[in-house]
């Protein structure tokens, strides 16, 4: 069986990595002061954007598979598990994580708009591969977060480190669109697939016993997420598939 962390709060991660939370809600960590790290499967009640850099970490999930040798952001929200079980192996990475709590959020336009980020629902060979640019840009918000945390608190801190996680989710709402635009030859070679699933689902005559294919069925049959083949569908072509 699994050994699994219960990440309950942002301080629960941090204290894992070595690392002290300057904020109950919040928590920013850079990888390289708190590195060589150990694996950890973990149970998140938390949101987390994990954006990782030249880091060398292998990872099974579901029928794909995804590895940390280049820039990238994995969303994960409440609910959902991430990460690789503690195996005793210590790895050095470079990058960044930033987690917080559903309540900080609470009375924030956020609140109910971070529902509508669909790529907190995408699995982890789905992550998102940032070019030099938005490398940066990622990195910048990252570095005023942190920077705010450190500051006395007040008033006015929640609303502006709120306003930075905002922005840091539109930037990644459009690398996203991008990369689903420059990924064009694979993407057309999902379109292919999913073409012929559909085919063949029709021909063997699957639509009288068990209806029409759902969008999740045809999502499993990729080897995607829900969620990220509904947007790549709806990128590519215009509509939606469900």
């Known amino acids: 069986m699994s050994k699994i962390m219960k990440i309950k709060s942002v ?14 809600l919040v928590s920013v960590i850079e990888y390289a002061e708190v ?14 954007i994990f954006f990782h850099d030249k880091a060398d970490i292998d990872l099974a999930y579901g029928c794909g598979k995804y590895d940390y040798k280049s820039g990238t952001v994995i969303c994960v929200a409440p609910g959902q598990i991430g990460g690789k079980e503690d195996n005793g192996e210590q790895v050095m990475l470079t990058g960044w994580a930033l987690l ?3 309540d900080l959020l609470h009375g924030t336009p956020l ?11 995408y699995s982890v060979n789905e992550a998102l591969h940032m070019n030099e640019t938005e490398h940066g840009i990622v990195i910048a918000i990252f570095k005023r977060i ?6 006395p608190h007040d008033d006015l801190q929640n609303d502006i480190i709120v ?12 690398f996203y669109s991008r990369q689903f635009i420059t990924r064009k030859l694979s993407n ?12 063949e689902y029709f021909a063997e005559g699957l639509q009288t ?11 499993e049959h990729l080897c995607m997420s829900t969620n990220y083949f509904s947007d790549l569908i709806k990128k590519m072509t215009g509509e939606s598939p469900g």
Do not use: M, W
């Open 11 to 24: 301080s629960d991660y941090s204290r894992y990595l070595g690392h002290t939370a300057q904020h109950p």
């Open 35 to 48: 590195s060589p790290i150990r694996h950890s499967l973990n149970n998140y009640s938390v949101y987390g």
């Open 100 to 102: 917080f709590h559903p």
């Open 111 to 121: 609140d109910k708009k971070i529902k509508h980020y669909s790529f907190f629902d």
């Open 146 to 151: 942190k920077s705010e945390l450190e500051n």
């Open 163 to 174: 306003s930075y996680i905002s922005l840091l989710l539109k930037y990644c709402q459009r």
């Open 188 to 199: 057309n070679d999902v379109l292919s697939r999913f073409d012929s699933f559909l085919k």
């Open 209 to 219: 016993a068990n209806g029409l294919p759902t969008v999740s069925a045809c999502a």
